[in-house]
């Protein structure tokens, strides 16, 4: 089954960032870093999914560079999915694209892949699924 896990939004300052939704009443999860993707980010919970702010650590993050390119705003869609291995598997098999071959874990301990946006309607796609407990 897949469902809308969350939107990743790119932001210049997770801070102020942070300041908008507060405002709106909506309370943001504390910061965590993933070091992998050079980001420090917050979750912002919203019923069954999540907004996702996306704040660079260096100009190497793939957020800095879409910040450059693009400005702040929506970076990515991310689908949960119930067997990541297993649907990725079958996504290499039909020659969707990947952006990251290798299923990597992220914020919150939850695995994930991107698929890149030439396989996916020119949209960042990332699939998450939650890490087995235990693991």
Same mark, same amino acid.
């Given at each position: 089954?897949?469902?809308?896990?969350?939107?990743? @939004?790119?932001?210049?300052?997770?801070?102020?960032?942070?300041?908008?939704?507060?405002?709106?009443?909506?309370? &943001?999860?504390?910061?965590?870093?993933? !070091?992998?993707?050079?980001?420090?980010?917050?979750?912002?919970? #919203? %019923?069954?999914?999540? @907004?996702?702010?996306?704040?660079?650590?260096?100009?190497?993050?793939? @957020? !800095?560079?879409? #910040?450059?390119?693009?400005?702040? $705003? #929506?970076?990515?869609?991310?689908?949960?999915?119930?067997?990541?291995?297993?649907?990725?598997?079958?996504?290499?098999?039909?020659? &969707?694209?990947?952006?990251?071959?290798?299923?990597?874990? $992220? !914020?919150? $301990?939850?695995?994930?892949?991107?698929?890149?946006?030439?396989? !996916? %309607? %020119?949209?960042?796609?990332?699939?998450?699924?939650?890490?087995?407990?235990?693991?």
């Amino acid at each position: 089954m897949f469902s809308i896990d969350h939107l990743g @939004i790119a932001v210049r300052s997770l801070a102020q960032a942070r300041i908008f939704y507060e405002k709106l009443g909506i309370h &943001v999860m504390p910061e965590e870093t993933v !070091a992998q993707e050079k980001v420090r980010l917050a979750m912002v919970p #919203l %019923g069954e999914s999540r @907004i996702e702010l996306l704040e660079p650590l260096s100009e190497e993050s793939p @957020i !800095a560079k879409f #910040l450059a390119k693009r400005g702040e $705003g #929506l970076h990515h869609v991310s689908l949960r999915v119930d067997n990541l291995a297993s649907t990725v598997e079958e996504l290499k098999k039909s020659g &969707v694209r990947l952006v990251n071959e290798q299923i990597q874990v $992220g !914020a919150g $301990g939850h695995l994930y892949v991107f698929v890149h946006p030439s396989s !996916a %309607g %020119g949209v960042l796609l990332e699939l998450c699924e939650e890490q087995p407990k235990g693991v």
